[in-house]
């Protein structure tokens, strides 16, 4: 109770300061702002003492710019998925998904996102970790993606920014379809006031050229005919139900399973058989 207490008075205390800024010094609020949203508070790794389930992965160093991202492969045959993490997550997430995607035989592939993992930075936003993503992408060649959270989003965003026509089926794990909602979030997180909310949505607009508005998992998806499996707990508390709803109804080609008790995380036993079955089946 401590701990939501002080995080509740922390969180209003920098919207509040946010607030005072964004009349007196507007560009100073929309660079704050803008920084707070992007910065993960966990989800690193030490390369030291990595997780015993990335530990006996093929590990490779790959680069973007002036980025450094951490790949881990699982040797099967020459089909290959790529998985994409979620926010405050790394590649040691897959645990309890890659004893299933192994008995497909396939070649696993996870990548860490920006300012995650073994990657570098201390920043992500969907754009630079659709970039990570797509240099993974000419490496290994995947024909299967899976995203959970905002690694879906990124899985969608990527198939739209650079179509992959290697790419035969997504799998979506309680992502969110528009990021706005995400932003709405975070600024009734902190209490944000209007203008905050405007120079945010301005700032990733003149960063990303494209609007939040725009920014749609579903608006996307509706030109993409990969079969795709999505999966959404209907009680997630972190990305809502109707999130996996209108990615299920947008994409042409869709699989939806919806789950009760499984919340954002979405590890169940059952619903990885179900993932594995899609996977293999032609």
Request: charged share 25%; net charge positive.
């Amino acid at each position: 109770m401590l701990k939501k207490i002080q995080y509740f008075l922390l969180t209003k205390s920098i919207g509040f300061y946010l607030n005072i800024l964004s009349f007196t010094f507007p560009e100073k609020a929309q660079k704050m702002g803008a920084f707070i949203f992007s910065k993960p508070r966990k989800g690193k790794l030490d390369g030291n003492q990595l997780p015993k389930v990335l530990e006996n992965a093929i590990k490779e160093t790959l680069y973007f710019g002036d980025h450094t991202f951490q790949s881990y492969l699982w040797k099967g045959d020459s089909e290959v998925i790529l998985l994409i993490h979620g926010w405050e997550s790394n590649s040691s997430r897959w645990k309890k998904t890659l004893p299933y995607l192994k008995k497909t035989g396939k070649t696993i592939v996870a990548i860490d996102g920006p300012a995650h993992g073994l990657s570098s930075g201390n920043q992500f936003n969907v754009p630079l970790y659709t970039e990570f993503m797509e240099v993974a992408v000419k490496r290994f060649c995947p024909t299967i993606t899976i995203g959970h959270s905002i690694g879906g989003a990124t899985c969608i965003f990527h198939q739209h920014k650079y179509p992959n026509l290697k790419l035969k089926k997504m799998v979506l794990l309680g992502a969110p379809s528009d990021l706005k909602i995400i932003l709405n979030n975070y600024v009734d997180l902190l209490s944000l006031n209007s203008k905050n909310h405007d120079l945010l949505e301005d700032y990733f607009k003149n960063k990303f050229k494209i609007t939040m508005n725009d920014f749609s998992g579903a608006k996307f998806a509706t030109k993409m005919t990969i079969k795709s499996f999505i999966a959404h707990d209907k009680n997630d508390k972190i990305v809502l139900f109707t999130e996996g709803q209108k990615l299920a109804n947008a994409f042409p080609n869709a699989d939806f399973v919806d789950t009760e008790t499984l919340g954002h995380s979405l590890h169940d036993d059952e619903l990885y058989r179900k993932l594995s079955l899609f996977i293999v089946k032609e």
